[in-house]
């Protein structure tokens, strides 16, 4: 939550492109650090476009990439992301200060216990759209993607992107179509974290479509609809931290 109040309720606005989104990125960054984790920046090009209404600049964003390095070339690895950006009219509290929050607070429950596989945490670039279809939405992760190496790319044993994941009492877990082998993993870690979860298809509007559209696996949690999405009225009080906690717990239950 205090994640939640700063990027929403003390940065506000952050397009992707922006100085506010760069003001963010280096709170994030800094955060990341203080938990031991190591970051390097990824920088890509957001074009111009119309974000949810509102004609935006073109110009470069970063992804904030964390490892603890224990990452190695064709060994299996797991990542979790979440989109830092917002469109230019919410301070986005719920969409997504809520999935950077739960990604902040799964990297300090982290810092000093293995995870069963090695982890890589994202914060995601530019994620809001800037025009219709999948080849204007998604900038951050789409250049993560393509960033992979071969070896890399077929060692990725699953990505979860967290994505408003605080509203509501029930945690959506989508996948993109068919049910897949990753939401039954993390259906089962809901379960053993005692986490009410619903499972969802058609789920496509976040990160995890980069990583599926490229034959990898990934799924979203979060998603649940609410008055103030894509508004000015998404601020802190919208979030509930109860709702964030269901969220960390089947994570670090699906990394443990």
């Not at 890509?44 to 974000?51: E, I, L, N, R, T």
């Not at 992301?81 to 929050?101: C, I, M, R, W």
């Not at 900038?139 to 605080?166: C, H, I, K, N, T």
């Amino acid at each position: 939550m205090d994640a939640v109040r700063h990027l929403a309720g003390e940065i506000g606005p952050r397009p992707g492109h922006t100085r506010a989104y760069f003001r963010a990125a280096d709170w994030v960054e800094e955060q990341l650090e203080r938990h031991g984790w190591q970051v390097t920046r990824q920088r890509f090009h957001s074009p111009p476009g119309v974000s949810w209404g509102v004609p935006v600049a073109g110009g470069t964003s970063v992804n904030l990439v964390a490892t603890r390095g224990d990452v190695r070339p064709g060994e299996p690895w797991l990542a979790v992301g979440a989109h830092l950006d917002t469109v230019p009219q919410a301070p986005g509290a719920e969409d997504n200060a809520s999935g950077v929050g739960a990604l902040l607070a799964i990297a300090e429950a982290t810092r000093d216990s293995r995870t069963r596989l090695p982890l890589v945490l994202v914060a995601f670039g530019s994620e809001e759209p800037r025009g219709e279809g999948d080849e204007h939405h998604h900038y951050g992760s789409r250049a993560y993607v393509a960033g992979l190496a071969g070896q890399e790319r077929r060692s990725l044993r699953g990505m979860v992107s967290l994505d408003r994941v605080g509203v509501g009492e029930v945690l959506p877990i989508g996948s993109v179509s068919e049910p897949s082998a990753l939401r039954a993993e993390v259906a089962g870690a809901a379960e053993r974290a005692r986490v009410p979860h619903v499972l969802e298809t058609g789920q496509a509007s976040s990160d995890h479509w980069s990583f599926v559209r490229d034959g990898l696996p990934g799924v979203r949690l979060g998603g649940t609809s609410y008055g103030a999405y894509h508004d000015e009225t998404d601020t802190p009080d919208v979030v509930d931290p109860a709702q964030l906690a269901r969220t960390i717990r089947t994570v670090l239950a699906w990394l443990r």
